[in-house]
T-cell receptor, first 112, second 115 residues
Framework: KQEVTQIPAALSVPEGENLVLNCSFTDSAIYNLQWFRQDPGKGLTSLLLIQSSQREQTSGRLNASLDKSSGRSTLYIAASQPGDSATYLCAVVDSGNTPLVFGKGTRLSVIA | DTEVTQTPKHLVMGMTNKKSLKCEQHMGHRAMYWYKQKAKKPPELMFVYSYEKLSINESVPSRFSPECPNSSLLNLHLHALQPEDSALYLC??????????????FGSGTRLTVV
């Protein structure tokens, strides 16, 4: 059964710092991996989607990488801003066609 | 239209009430999902509809009854809920069931409180 782990569980950084959020998954036979952002009490906003054949995806200040063989993905946020404060969730669809499986998330706080 | 719309945004109901949550998408997606999310926890899958047919029920209690009247609409009927059912209920869709290269699109959720 696919398990997704995110480290750290919480992170507090000063504004302007570059930061890395980590995601690992136990079964490397994934179909794709998706990073989401969730503000308190709100729904999920998709940030980046990486197919199993891709190594990375970029959107603005966000860059997500995927190393399928080692079961790892990282989300890099450049020049962090207070508006980036949220919970970031990593989720995978594996090749066994199991619906999206989530990690527990990283709660990010960017201090002005 | 690239959105999943959920109504209502907030719902307070008594344990003897019957209510329904609604989810709508007009992206032509053929798979729709209900997730339940408790505070500070990740979303947990409840149901999957694939081409308007229920394909996965994650052992959800019968007081939750899903319905997919057409390819754009997904309902979750609630009856005789317990206070521990209070949570954020999220609807999602994808173009194809599960393994979709386009990923999942989530709605903004319904915050349910059972009193």
């Amino acid at each position: 059964k696919q398990e997704v782990t995110q480290i750290p569980a919480a992170l507090s950084v000063p504004e302007g710092e570059n930061l890395v959020l980590n995601c690992s998954f136990t079964d490397s036979a994934i179909y794709n991996l998706q990073w989401f952002r969730q503000d308190p009490g709100k729904g999920l906003t998709s940030l980046l989607l990486i197919q199993s054949s891709q190594r990375e995806q970029t959107s603005g200040r966000l860059n997500a990488s995927l190393d399928k063989s080692s079961g790892r993905s990282t989300l890099y946020i450049a020049a962090s801003q207070p508006g980036d404060s949220a919970t970031y969730l990593c989720a995978v669809v594996d090749s066994g066609n199991t619906p999206l499986v989530f990690g527990k998330g990283t709660r990010l706080s960017v201090i002005a | 239209d690239t959105e999943v719309t959920q109504t209502p945004k907030h719902l307070v109901m008594g344990m003897t009430n019957k209510k329904s949550l609604k989810c709508e998408q007009h992206m032509g997606h053929r798979a729709m999902y209900w997730y339940k999310q408790k505070a500070k926890k990740p979303p947990e899958l409840m149901f999957v509809y694939s081409y308007e047919k229920l394909s996965i029920n994650e052992s959800v209690p019968s007081r939750f009854s899903p319905e997919c009247p057409n390819s754009s609409l997904l309902n979750l009927h609630l009856h005789a809920l317990q206070p521990e059912d209070s949570a954020l209920y999220l609807c999602a869709s994808s173009q194809h069931p599960r393994a979709d290269p386009g990923g999942y699109t989530f709605g903004s959720g319904t915050r349910l409180t059972v009193v």
